[in-house]
């Protein structure tokens, strides 16, 4: 059991860096389309190859638009995401995205009309509270954080709340490997036309862009989804949601020791409060579904 949970948590971690690798590859002159599109391009191509080793069989013609659709979410989630560290903290950034939790809630209730448990509400209102503290907005100078990036950011959050919704439809019958690879060639695509202009006229493409897109496409669209795939079965779907709250604190950590960007003691309880409340909420999920 052990092993299943390291793999799972080592799945969160990998995603926990990206941002600031991200952030470290803007000092280089590389920007968020040609970074973002890239990662999806040679994940896609890693996971069309893993799918192929694989022999697992395609999804239905039915599933496969609506894997694109899912791709093309996520696609645009991880851009704005990306963006955004360009102009607010990445520390800050993973805080805003973490609102997918609720926005999903949110979306599910407009949508499908499942409307949120009292808890879920209270539990809502907690992220919140942590969020600001975690954000450092307390103990920052008034509107010292970008509001554009702010806006970004919150924008990727409702893109991947919707990724998660419409992930939540897709057939369970279709096998990881195929899923993920349709979801990638949906993500590249959709960044592709999101920056046609500056990937075609203003990119950066060679071998010094290519490190970075190798390094983002392993530890981000490659490694998480095998190891979610062989460990969450394993453990357990209340498990795989605690151990994935990891990705918060590492992120937080990652920018703290790689970029240098401060942690203040109201952001360290607010990060535990998210924490707390997100472990809360998934589990309080789990047992309403």
Not at 15 to 27: T, W
Request: glycine share 8%; hydrophobic share 55%; aromatic share 12%.
């Amino acid at each position: 059991m052990t092993k299943y949970i390291l793999m799972v948590l080592t799945g969160a971690v990998s995603y926990g860096i990206l941002s600031s690798f991200v952030k470290l590859a803007y000092g280089y002159g590389y920007h968020s389309a040609e970074i973002a599109f890239l990662q999806a391009l040679l994940g896609a191509l890693l996971l069309l190859g893993v799918w192929g080793v694989s022999g697992k069989p395609n999804a239905s013609r039915s599933q496969i638009p609506l894997l694109l659709v899912a791709g093309a979410a996520i696609g645009a989630a991880t851009f704005l995401y990306y963006l955004s560290v360009k102009y607010i903290p990445a520390s800050v950034a993973i805080v805003l995205l973490m609102q997918f939790t609720w926005f999903s809630l949110l979306l599910e209730w407009l949508f499908f009309r499942k409307r949120p448990l009292l808890s879920e509400g209270i539990i809502t209102v907690v992220i919140l509270a942590g969020s600001i503290l975690a954000s450092g907005l307390l103990s920052q100078e008034p509107f010292l954080l970008s509001l554009r990036g702010v806006f970004i950011v919150l924008c990727a959050s409702v893109v991947y709340a919707l990724y998660i919704v419409i992930n939540s439809r897709a057939d369970k019958a279709t096998s990881w490997q195929a899923k993920s690879a349709w979801m990638m060639i949906g993500s590249a695509v959709a960044i592709f036309l999101m920056n046609f202009h500056s990937l075609v006229f203003e990119n950066h493409f060679g071998l010094g862009l290519l490190k970075w897109g190798v390094f983002l496409a392993f530890f981000g669209t490659v490694l998480p989804p095998i190891l979610f795939a062989i460990g969450m079965p394993k453990i357990g779907a209340s498990t795989s949601g605690l151990v994935l709250t990891a990705e918060l604190p590492v992120a937080v950590l990652t920018a703290h020791f790689l970029l240098k960007e401060p942690i203040s003691f109201p952001q360290l309880m607010g990060i535990a409060l998210m924490l707390g409340s997100l472990i809360a909420l998934n589990r309080v999920t789990r047992q309403k579904h």
